[in-house]
């Protein structure tokens, strides 16, 4: 008995530590293959579909749908990215056009706002008389904005890395993707039994709810900052709002756009479309995003929309872009335990 009991323990410690040691060297891709295993689950229907009209072979087709999935974000993402940098150009030309006159005019127009306008316009007047001043204002900054600039440049070289590690295994989870679902449904019911079904069900749902509602999102978010580019008399509402789109697919997408905008709007002396457009940024565009996201999740998943709310809105704050679907699942897979479990009592 002693002999099998140690064993057993043996075996049990083994396990442990394959699975540790296997976690520790995959460790640095779990975003990634997290990523291509959200992207092959919600397009697999559009797999079969490409895989039916290459009559079965599943390598080409998987080639395909990689392909389409890049073309999907390559393409609007290089087209915006050459627009942008045509404003960008013509921005830089009308800013040298304000300095000569733009500080004194702002500095005149924010003087006549309450409370802080007199402070800013004496700031702003200040460094005008003063080039000295200015030169050390301008040195005592540089360092935030090379750190800053140093710090982006780090994040997008990591995004870049990870996405094209995500679309090498996207590429693998279309081709093996009918032997690897039923092996990690077959492991789940091993283990947890044949209630896990429910689990299964609800973590599909869960993730078709995320993956439609963040497009749907990146949708409305696109059309609101529009109108509202728009409205204040803004140049490029369409750019804008395309961008708009595109970055909405991160989770401050948003805010990189309105609120540069408002402050050219501001710089330009046009303080009420700059206040406007700021608050419509805030109060509206960046609010539908939980919004949206919260309604599809209460009718797919049956969460309820407060809950997806927190689940949303907590899964970014701790796990990053990757927790919009870590989040909500995370509050289905309790529910959906919460529910057994009541329901047997």
């Known amino acids: 008995m002693t002999g099998r009991f140690e064993q057993r323990w043996a075996q049990i410690a083994g396990i442990a530590l394959i699975v540790a040691t296997s976690f520790i060297v995959l460790r640095p891709f779990i975003v990634p293959i997290a990523w291509a295993a959200i992207l092959a689950y919600a397009s697999w229907p559009l797999h079969v579909r490409i895989e039916q009209l290459f009559r079965g072979r599943t390598g080409v087709s998987a080639l395909a749908m990689t392909i389409l999935m890049v073309m999907l974000v390559m393409v609007p993402a290089v087209l915006i990215s050459a627009a942008l940098v045509f404003e960008l150009q013509s921005a830089l030309e009308e800013l040298r056009a304000w300095l000569p006159g733009g500080p ?8 006549d706002i309450p409370l802080i306008g007199a402070r800013a316009a004496d700031r702003i007047e200040g460094l005008m008389a003063d080039p000295t001043q200015m030169q050390q204002w301008v040195l005592a900054r540089t360092g935030l904005v090379v750190g800053f600039v140093a710090s982006t440049a780090g994040d997008l070289g990591r995004l870049a890395l990870d996405a094209i590690l995500a679309l090498l295994t996207l590429f693998f989870f279309y081709r093996h993707g009918r032997e690897l679902a039923p092996q990690i449904h077959g492991a789940a019911r091993r283990l947890a039994g044949g209630g896990v079904d429910t689990v299964v069900d609800t973590l599909a749902d869960t993730v078709r709810a995320v993956t439609y509602g963040t497009l749907s999102t990146a949708l409305t978010q696109a059309v609101l900052l529009t109108f509202g580019v728009w409205i204040v008399g803004l140049g490029s509402p369409v750019l804008l709002g395309a961008i708009t789109g595109l970055l909405a697919l991160t989770p401050i997408g948003p805010p990189l756009v309105y609120i540069p905008a408002s402050v050219w709007l501001l710089l330009h002396g046009r303080i009420v479309a700059g206040l406007v457009l700021l608050g419509w940024g805030i109060l509206v565009v960046s ?11 209460s009718g797919a998943a049956r969460i309820p929309f407060l809950l997806g709310f927190f689940g949303v809105l907590g899964g970014l704050l701790a796990f990053g872009p ?12 309790l529910l959906t335990l919460w529910r057994d479990w009541t329901a047997l009592r």
């Open 104 to 111: 004194a005019s702002l500095a005149a127009t924010l003087r």
């Open 322 to 333: 990757i927790g919009l679907f870590v989040g909500p699942v995370a509050i289905a897979l």
């Open 287 to 297: 609010m539908v995003d939980n919004v949206i996201k919260s309604w599809f999740l």
